[in-house]
């Protein structure tokens, strides 16, 4: 027999103390900010060059992870980079406009090219990890 509450999702939130079916909880801007980046990137999967290798929505841990292949035009990667967005930075950059694919969109242009991965920045396990949007 389930244990799982058969309370409506409609009468509980969140955001009034109730103690949820689930630890994790996707919120929709989180979900649709994530959307966006996916998108974004399987377009630019398709056009050729890169290949995403992992792609995780850790809202638990306030972040949004994607790690990227570039190729060029070779048969092995010329780097592997892994991209941190901070879900709470990206929501506050945005502002008053309060849309997750204006926050997605901001950085998948640096996404779609190879970056410029500094040179005192050892990589970890293979990866080269970026941060956005940078601690201010």
Partial sequence: MSKRRHTPPYETSPASGEEREYSTYFEPW??????????????????????????????????????????????????VVGYTFLISHLRRMIGNKDDPAAAAFAYLHDMAVQPTIPGDKAPIDGIHWITFPHHS
């Fill in 30 to 79: 989180t979900l649709r900010c994530a959307a966006s980046f996916l998108a974004g990137l399987i377009g630019f999967q398709d056009r050729g060059g890169l290949r995403v290798r992992s792609f995780e929505v850790l809202p638990n841990e306030d972040t949004i992870t994607a790690v990227i292949e570039y190729y060029g035009n070779n048969e092995r990667p010329n780097a």
